[in-house]
């Protein structure tokens, strides 16, 4: 079983950055493609990034792209989002997740692909 850890959340002034980190254990890390999704209040849980297993292929939602950056280190079994120029329509409980066979780009996006999820941590955004 696939256990996985979020951190990096916090409080942050519109134009800041914060840095996500996702911990996995309990599997064969380098073998899953991972990828980082959002929930805002009252809204579906949306795609963010994706991140191929040997980190040499990754997806961005268009939201996000320019300003968020995907990567792994697969020694230190974490996945990690670098987010700048944060916006207050950023704010929402971030989860990263790992899919077992992800072959296909396309369907990095999609929730249903992934098959553990972490508990999500908290990145508000202020105005």
């Known amino acids: 079983q696939v256990q996985l850890v979020e951190s990096g959340g916090g409080l942050v002034q519109a134009g800041g950055s914060l840095r996500l980190s996702c911990a996995a254990s309990?599997?064969?890390?380098?073998?899953?493609?991972m990828g980082w999704f959002r929930q805002a209040p009252e809204k579906e849980r949306e795609f963010v990034a994706a991140i191929s297993w040997s980190a040499g292929s990754t997806l961005y939602a268009d939201s996000v792209k320019g300003r968020f950056t995907i990567s792994r280190d697969n020694a230190k079994n974490t996945v990690y989002l670098q987010m700048n120029s944060l916006k207050p329509d950023d704010t929402a409980v971030y989860y990263c997740?790992?899919?077992?066979?992800?072959?296909?780009?396309?369907?990095?996006?999609?929730?249903?692909?992934?098959?553990?999820w972490g508990q999500g941590t908290q990145v508000t955004v202020s105005s």
């Open positions: 997740a790992a899919a077992v066979r992800g072959y296909y780009t396309a369907s990095w996006a999609i929730v249903g692909e992934y098959n553990y």
């Open positions: 309990g599997g064969t890390f380098s073998r899953y493609v």
